[in-house]
Every structure is written in structure tokens, then in C-alpha cells.
């Protein structure tokens, strides 16, 4: 490793280049911040362009009856009441300007023959507010993103592995981490920092986060420096991941298979969407669909890989080719199947993370002075189900609001204390995992860390179950701290691996520790031993390194949009879409 450090400095770090951190990144340069965004991740590849689906925004260009109010409400039901009211009515209202945003930089949306922005049905949404651009929304948002990012010559360095946050008295100086090319340490002095580093779905066996990626990083970054972590618990499990080839276990076979008529059976060939919802059956939404899914495989009835069958073998092959490009490259790509002809084996997939960093609604900052964090690294807005399209503009709403409100903070900043010994803190901890002569591999550490949150904390919990999790996870953090690091002539993907899992162990307890807590069944955390949701427990569990899970009720929602979301929800699937 290079004996020197590369010493950066500048007002606003961004640390994930993604389409939160990008949007930050942009509002940062526009308004004549020094911004350096930094990443894991090439930038072209981040996890933003695997989103398929949408965008929401109350446009009204289908439907003129639709309002922010009405988004609000549809967020706030599907969060089954846990969403913080002032972050949803932030994101519903500042959704049309996120989308006047793309559009103003050359976002190519779907569009209606008269030149209107295309708007779609997804799931739980009363009104058609999903615009989209094919299937592939989420990689033309990065790519538009980019644009203008390159437009206003932001700096991005997407070969920095950030290990720590430098802290001094509570307030952030900067961060520290390394080149994942060559292994020169990294010290960056920055007056605030935004953090925008994912979420932890990695930590599970079947997942739609490739490697490297989702793996907690965030939330150790910002627990370790004062940060508290909120609904860890509550994971999104989608209803379609693919099984085969292990490497890519948990790839997404995209909901519009079955929104197009696509047919789930078991392996007795049973259509079993009848038991668990006969009226709206495959286009039930994720939470339910996974749940079916999930039963059909403990009760026995799954294939042998522990899995069910989706079959879109009896539509027209042009609906295939037309409707389902992706899915069928994807098929092809990975398991030479054709989808035409044959079912995909598919079970339920760790696919999103609706807990994350505690912030306020209004700039989402941590409590930590000068530390924020957006998109899947932050909290508050999706509750215990994600609603469908809202996470694309999450970070298109609070990139543009935390990129502002970080960009005040520093410009008025009177002082900037940095702390050495936080510096030599963080030097050490990296200095000892290479001369580390340990007997553990990281990967090796990583996959029984996924096993264990599969078998204990998957779709189904129990006491039981995360209090065996919890023995587990203490065994494997004991192991980690005999880990050996190797780099080599590739390298330092080892280290990079090796602070992976440290994020991932920490995301993992906090995960087990919450689910314990919560005993009821809401939403995605479905519990065997508690059935019935609670409502005492109407809030989040906010946890911390040294204080646990705490309970914490969640506000009223205002008269704007309280009575719309307690109003009868129409589930007719007539011309919908899934979410």
C-alpha cells in the first residue's frame, strides 16, 4: 500500500454517485458550491439504472383529477401509517418539479401523441402518475443526470471507498477512505457531507442488489460518528427474483410479467394466488405476492430449488417481445431459457431497504451537524411497503433540497475544527486489516452472513428465529476480527470486500435487533408468533450501536391528506399495473 496519503478538500462531500448523489451534486454546482462527489461504483453502472418501473409525480396528464394531496395519501396507506407525514408531503408536493427537472435536461420520457408525458397505473396509486421512459427509467435518469453533471464540470471520483466519517465535538470535518485501484489512502477535509450510499438488501442471500452494493455501508458510516438508524426491520421483498446461476440469485424478473398476464403456479402446478388474494391474484401487490410466494415454497409445494414457477409461456410471443424485452434478454443472458416457451423459477428477493439513517423532514439531516443522507441511505418516507415509483423521486426531490440546505450550512460556517486523532483513528483501523495475517476471507464471512439473514430475517420472522440470528451473527462477529486481507496486482477489492462486510454485520444486527422489537405483523415484516398488527406500535424502532432499538410513535398526518388515506382504497386491477 502507498506509504502517502492524498489529501482533498472541499466545501460539500457527496459520497455515492447514484442518482441521489448526482441530483445533490448538480444542485450544489448550480448554485457555485465546491461539491466533490466520490463512489464504490463506476458511475455509469450505479444501482439507480436497475430501476425499471417509474417515476411519480400528481402531473394530471392522464388523470387532471389527481393532486399532490392524493399521492401523499396513496404513500402514507401503503406505508400502513409508519411514513413520517411531513417527509411524504414533502416528496408529493416537490414531486412536479423533480420531473420539470429531467425534462429541462433532456430526460427522454414516454409521451402521449399530442407531446404530453406519458403517465401510467402502478399498483396501490389511485390515479395514472408513474411516468416512465421504456423499462429502462431508472439508467435514462442516471444518464440525464450525468449530463448535466458534466454540463457544470462536477468532479466525480467513483474509485473512493469511504471507511469512516470524521467527526470532531459532533460535527463533521470531512471523510476517510482509499483507491480501490491502487490503495492510496484518502483523506477528504469537507464542511458538510451527504451521504447517499444505498441501503443494506445485500445482507440477504437472494437480492436484487448485485455485488458490492447495498451492503450497509451507510449505515455504519453514520452510526459510528453519532448517526441513529431507523426501521432497519423493514425490508421490501420482491415477489420475482430469479435462482439460477448462484451469482445472480435475486436478478428481478420485472412485475409488468405479471401485469401483462403472467401466471404463478407452484410445482403441483396450482395457480396459487386463488387462496391468498382471489380477486386481484398475480397483480396482488409485492407484499402479498411475496408472502403467497414464500408460503407456497415452507409449506413444501415450492420446486426443488425452493422456488415457483412464473409462467408467461401463453402469451403471443410479439406481447413478449413487445411488452417484455428486458426479461427476455435477461432469460436468455443468464440461464439460455426462453421465456416464450418455458416458465422462470423464481422465489422472493431482498429488493429494497424502507429503513435506513435517521433525518428531519426538512433537509434530512442526521442530527449529526454537517452530516445528510438521501435516497435508500435515509428513512421516513415508505413505512413498513414501499409504494411503487416513489424511490426514483425521493431522490430527485431531497437531492435538490439537501443539495440547497448543505450548501447554506456551509457557507455559513464559522469555524472548522478537524480532530486528529479521528484521522489516526480511522488510519489504524485501515493499517491493521493489512498487515492482518488473519486465517478469515471476507466473502467467505459476507455468504454465511447472508445465509443466516435468509434462514432468520426473511420474509417470515419469529422469535425464535432472530434470537438464534442474534447467536449467529455474534459467532460471525467474532470470526471478523480475525479477517486476512490480501490485496493484489488487480487491486484492493479484497479490502474493499473486507469493510463490506464490517457494514454489513452492523446493518444485520440492527436489522435483527428491530425485528425482535417489533412484535406484530405490518406490511413487509410479517411475524409467525404475532399475527396482527399493533397499534401501539404505530412508529418506528431507531436504533444505535450502543443503545439498541428504542420505539419512537410517528406523527399525525395533516387534515390535507389524512382522511384521503384512511378512505376506501378501490383494488380493481382494471387496466393497472403491479407496483
Known amino acids: 500500500m502507498p506509504e502517502t496519503e492524498r489529501l482533498l478538500s472541499t466545501s460539500v462531500l457527496v459520497i455515492g454517485t447514484g442518482g441521489a448523489g448526482l441530483r445533490a451534486a448538480i444542485e450544489l454546482a448550480e448554485r457555485g458550491v465546491q461539491v466533490l462527489a466520490v463512489g464504490k461504483r463506476r458511475k455509469h453502472d450505479a444501482h439507480t439504472t436497475l430501476a425499471a418501473g417509474g417515476i411519480n409525480a400528481a402531473l394530471g396528464t392522464m388523470d387532471p383529477e389527481d393532486s399532490w394531496q392524493q399521492h401523499a395519501a396513496d404513500t402514507l396507506r401503503e406505508s400502513y401509517f409508519l411514513a413520517d407525514p411531513a417527509i411524504v408531503e414533502t416528496v408529493a408536493r416537490g414531486a412536479a418539479r423533480g420531473i420539470e427537472d429531467l425534462e429541462r435536461w433532456g430526460m427522454p420520457f414516454a409521451r402521449e401523441a399530442d407531446g404530453r408525458i406519458s403517465q401510467r397505473f402502478f399498483g396501490a396509486h389511485t390515479y395514472r402518475r408513474t411516468c416512465y421512459a421504456g423499462d429502462y427509467t431508472g439508467l435514462e435518469i442516471q444518464r440525464t443526470l450525468l449530463r448535466r453533471a458534466r454540463e457544470l464540470e462536477v468532479p466525480i471520483v467513483d474509485t473512493i471507498y469511504i471507511t469512516r466519517l470524521l467527526a470532531s465535538d459532533g460535527r463533521i470535518f470531512g471523510a476517510y477512505g482509499f483507491d480501490v485501484v491502487d490503495g492510496t489512502p484518502v483523506i477528504i477535509h469537507a464542511d458538510a457531507v451527504i451521504l447517499a450510499a444505498g441501503g443494506h438488501n445485500r445482507i440477504w442471500r437472494n437480492t436484487s442488489s448485485r455485488r458490492d452494493e447495498n451492503t450497509g455501508d451507510s449505515f455504519r458510516l453514520a452510526a459510528l460518528v453519532g448517526g441513529r438508524i431507523r426501521d432497519a426491520e423493514l425490508v421490501q421483498f420482491h415477489p420475482s427474483g430469479i435462482l439460477e446461476p448462484a451469482d445472480a440469485a435475486g436478478t428481478l424478473v420485472s412485475e409488468a410479467a405479471r401485469g401483462e398476464g403472467g401466471i404463478l403456479r407452484n410445482a403441483l402446478g ?310
Not at 415450492?302 to 412464473?310: D, F, P, Y
Not at 410479439?318 to 416464450?340: A, G, N
Not at 441511505?377 to 425521493?394: C, F
Not at 464490517?502 to 405490518?522: F, Q, W
Request: with cysteine; hydrophobic share 40%.
Open 270 to 579: 396450482e395457480r396459487y394466488m386463488e387462496r391468498y388474494d382471489p380477486e386481484r391474484m398475480e397483480l396482488s401487490t409485492r407484499d402479498r405476492v411475496a408472502l403467497a410466494s414464500y408460503t407456497e415454497i415452507a409449506e413444501g409445494r415450492g420446486t426443488e430449488n425452493g422456488g415457483v414457477l412464473l409462467d408467461v409461456s401463453h402469451l403471443p410471443r410479439e406481447v413478449i417481445f413487445d411488452k417484455l424485452p428486458r426479461v427476455y434478454r435477461t432469460l436468455i443472458d443468464l440461464q439460455m431459457l426462453d421465456i416464450t416457451e418455458q416458465p422462470i423459477e423464481i422465489a422472493p428477493t431482498a429488493h429494497y431497504s424502507m429503513g435506513g439513517v435517521w433525518v428531519n423532514a426538512a433537509d434530512h439531516g442526521t442530527g449529526v451537524d454537517g452530516l445528510y443522507a438521501i435516497g435508500e441511505a435515509s428513512s421516513g418516507l415508505h413505512g413498513a411497503n414501499r409504494l411503487g415509483g416513489n424511490s426514483l423521486i425521493e431522490l430527485l426531490v431531497y437531492g435538490r433540497i439537501t443539495g440547497g440546505e448543505a450548501a447554506s450550512y456551509a457557507a455559513n460556517l464559522t469555524h472548522v475544527t478537524r480532530d486528529p486523532d479521528a484521522v489516526a483513528d480511522a488510519r489504524a483501523e485501515l493499517q491493521l486489516l493489512l498487515a492482518s495475517r488473519g486465517t478469515e476471507t471476507p466473502r467467505k464471512l459476507q455468504r454465511a452472513l447472508r445465509d443466516l439473514m435468509t434462514a432468520h430475517a426473511g420474509v417470515v420472522r419469529s422469535e425464535r428465529g432472530l434470537r438464534s440470528g442474534l447467536d449467529e451473527l455474534a459467532e460471525l462477529e467474532a470470526r471478523a476480527a480475525d479477517l486476512g486481507v490480501h490485496p493484489d496486482i488487480a487491486g484492493f477489492d479484497d479490502l474493499a470486500h473486507a469493510y463490506d462486510l464490517y457494514g454489513s454485520l452492523l446493518a444485520a444486527r440492527a436489522t435483527l435487533e428491530c425485528a425482535l422489537e417489533r412484535r406484530e405483523t405490518r406490511g413487509c415484516h410479517n411475524r409467525s408468533d404475532f399475527p396482527e398488527q399493533d397499534d401501539a406500535l404505530h412508529g418506528s424502532f431507531v436504533w444505535t450501536p450502543e443503545g439498541g432499538a428504542v420505539f419512537e410513535p410517528v406523527a399525525e398526518a395533516p387534515e390535507s391528506f389524512r382522511d384521503l388515506a384512511r378512505a376506501h382504497l378501490d383494488i380493481s386491477v382494471t387496466g393497472k399495473l403491479v407496483e
